[in-house]
C-alpha cells in the first residue's frame, strides 16, 4: 500500500510563486532583460504563472517560450519507448538574454542539464537561472536551482507529484508517496 | 497528444500502418518541422548513430532530403551509389548490405528498383530499414509528406477528396498515397488514360476517372504525378501532347478547381507536360511546401524507428 501525503496546498504554491517572482526581479534589478522559459510538460504551467506574477509586478510584458527537451535526453538509447515529442516555441534570439528556466521538480540534474544544451542552440544567453518549486535532492549531476519554491527531503523510491488546476482538474496540490512498510 | 507507443524497427511501406501510427508519425513531424526555423538547425538526437543511405536508382530530391534530414539529426553518414558500389561487379544485393551492416551500422535507407526489397532486408537486419522507394511498390515517406502537407494546409484528412492524377500504374508514390489517405478516411480518384489507370485499382479502396475534367470542380487536393517520357515509347499514350491536352494542369483547367484546393506535386515536374508553368508556380501550388515538410517527416521517421531497441548492431 502507498500512502499520499500533501505537502503543499493552493495557498501554499501561490505564496511560493509570488516569492519567487519577487526574488527574481530583486536578483535581477529591472527585469529588462529576462525571458521566462519552462520546461515541458509541467514547468510550462509554472512558468505561466510566475510570468503573469512578473508582468504585475514589474508592468511590463516579459517574453515567454517553452522548451521540448527530448531530443537532448541522455537516456534515448536506455527507455524501451520512444517518448512523444512536443514542439519547442521560443521565437526570440536568447543572445544577451537572462533566462529563467522553470520547471516543476528538479531531481537528478538531467532533465536541466538537457535544457541547457537545448537553450544554447537558441543563441548565448548572458545568463541563465533555474527556478524550481520543488528540489528533492538526489542530484546525478552538479546542478543547483537559483530559486526554489520549498526543499523537500526524499527517499529515492518516494515520488512527488504537482498537480494544477488547468491540466489535471483538481486545485492545485503538491503530493509525496510513499510505500506504507 | 496522444498515448500512442510506436513499436517498429522499420519504415517500409504505408499498407502495413495503422492510422493511428500514420497519424504519430505526423505528429511528430511538426515537432521537427520547428527545428529547420531555428538559427542552429541542429539537434543530437541520432549523436553517434550511422546510417547509410544506398540507392540503386537516381535520385536527387529523396537523397537530399534525407541527407539533410540525417545531418540536422547529427548523424553520422556514409552514401553508396550504384555507379561505384561494386553490384556493378557482381555482388549480390544481400552481400553488399551484409558488409556495410558488419559496420554495426544503425540505419539503412535504401531505394532500389526490386519490390520488396527493403522488406527482405528488414528481416535480415538488425538496423532499422527505412523504404526510399522500392520498384513501382512504395515511397512511404514521399506518401506521409504529401499527406502531412494536405494536413497542414486543409486541417484534416477525413472526408477530403483528393486526386492522384498521371501514371499511376509504375507510381510508388501513388500507392504510398492511396494506402495512408484511404486509411485516414479521404476519398482518392485516380485519374488518367485506361492504361496508366487500370481497374484493379479500385481494390485498393481508390476511385477511378478517365474524364479529368468531370471530377476536377470536386476535389479538395489534386496531386499530379511525373509523366515519364520514356512511356510513351511504349504505346501507353500516343502523344505527350494528347496526354497533356487531356490529363495535364494548365491556366484553362486551374479555372475549374475550388478557391480553396491545393495543387500538389512530388517533383521533378516536366513543366509544360503535366503541369503548365504558371500553375506549378501559382497560388494553389503547395510543391515547396511539399519540399519542406518532406525533411520534417523524415526526421521524425528517423526517430520513431531507432527509439527504444538495446543491443542494436549487424543481424
Do not use: C
Not at chain 1, 512527488?160 to 496540490?173: H, M, P
Not at chain 2, 514521399?142 to 486541417?155: A, E, P, S, V, Y
Amino acid at each position: 500500500m502507498a500512502v499520499i501525503i500533501k505537502i503543499m496546498d493552493k495557498e501554499d504554491i501561490s505564496r511560493v510563486i509570488t516569492r519567487m517572482a519577487h526574488e527574481i526581479i530583486e536578483k535581477n534589478k529591472k527585469a529588462e532583460d529576462i525571458v521566462i522559459v519552462g520546461v515541458r510538460t509541467r514547468g510550462v504551467q509554472l512558468a505561466e504563472r510566475l510570468l503573469s506574477k512578473l508582468s504585475a509586478i514589474t508592468k511590463r510584458e516579459i517574453p515567454f517560450g517553452i522548451l521540448d527537451i527530448t531530443f537532448y535526453r541522455d537516456d534515448l538509447d536506455r527507455i524501451d519507448e520512444q517518448p512523444v515529442v512536443h514542439s519547442t516555441e521560443i521565437n526570440d534570439d536568447l543572445t544577451d538574454k537572462v533566462v529563467i528556466l522553470v520547471d516543476d521538480v528538479i531531481y537528478s540534474g538531467r532533465t536541466v542539464r538537457a535544457a541547457l544544451n537545448a537553450l544554447m542552440d537558441f543563441g548565448r544567453p548572458k545568463k541563465i537561472e533555474l527556478a524550481v518549486l520543488i528540489d528533492r535532492g538526489h542530484r546525478e549531476l552538479p546542478v543547483k536551482a537559483d530559486y526554489v519554491g520549498k526543499n523537500v527531503p526524499t527517499a529515492k523510491d518516494e515520488k512527488i507529484t504537482l498537480y494544477l488546476e488547468e491540466t489535471d482538474k483538481v486545485e492545485d496540490k503538491v503530493t509525496l508517496e510513499r510505500r506504507d512498510e | 497528444m496522444n498515448k500512442f507507443v510506436w513499436k517498429r524497427k522499420d519504415l517500409l511501406g504505408l499498407e502495413e500502418l495503422t492510422a493511428d501510427e500514420i497519424i504519430h508519425i505526423l505528429d511528430t513531424s511538426k515537432s521537427f518541422y520547428e527545428i529547420s526555423t531555428r538559427a542552429i538547425k541542429k539537434v543530437p538526437v541520432l549523436r553517434g548513430k550511422t546510417v547509410v543511405n544506398l540507392f540503386f536508382e537516381p535520385s536527387t530530391r529523396t537523397k537530399t532530403s534525407f541527407e539533410l534530414a540525417e545531418k540536422r539529426m547529427s548523424a553520422d553518414i556514409i552514401n553508396v551509389s550504384t555507379s561505384g558500389s561494386s553490384l556493378t561487379k557482381g555482388e549480390t544485393l544481400i552481400d553488399t548490405v551484409k558488409n556495410l551492416a558488419a559496420y554495426k551500422i544503425d540505419i539503412l535507407v535504401m531505394r532500389h528498383s526490386v519490390p520488396g526489397s527493403a522488406h527482405m532486408l528488414s528481416k535480415i537486419l538488425e538496423a532499422s530499414v527505412v523504404n526510399a522507394g522500392d520498384g513501382a511498390h512504395e515511397h512511404p515517406t514521399q506518401g506521409l509528406l504529401d499527406i502531412f502537407t494536405i494536413r497542414q494546409k486543409k486541417g484534416r484528412i477525413e472526408n477530403l477528396k483528393v486526386a492522384i492524377v498521371g501514371d499511376i500504374l509504375h507510381s510508388r508514390v501513388a500507392r504510398s498515397n492511396i494506402w495512408g489517405l484511404t486509411k485516414l478516411g479521404a476519398e482518392v480518384i485516380l485519374v488518367g488514360p485506361t492504361t496508366l489507370v487500370p481497374k484493379h485499382f479500385e481494390s485498393m479502396g481508390a476511385k477511378i476517372s478517365h474524364n479529368f475534367d468531370d471530377i476536377i470542380g470536386d476535389m479538395d487536393v489534386i496531386n499530379m504525378l511525373r509523366i515519364q517520357k520514356e512511356r510513351q515509347k511504349k504505346n501507353l499514350f500516343p502523344s505527350l501532347r494528347e496526354y497533356s491536352d487531356l490529363y495535364g494542369l494548365d491556366e484553362r483547367r486551374v479555372k475549374k478547381i475550388k478557391k480553396d484546393a491545393i495543387i500538389m506535386h512530388p517533383g521533378p515536374i516536366n513543366r509544360g507536360v503535366e503541369m503548365s508553368a504558371s500553375v506549378a508556380d501559382g497560388p494553389f501550388s503547395v510543391i515547396l511546401d511539399q519540399v519542406t515538410n518532406g525533411l520534417a517527416v523524415r526526421m521524425a521517421v528517423f526517430f520513431l524507428v531507432t527509439g527504444g531497441r538495446k543491443g542494436k548492431g549487424i543481424m
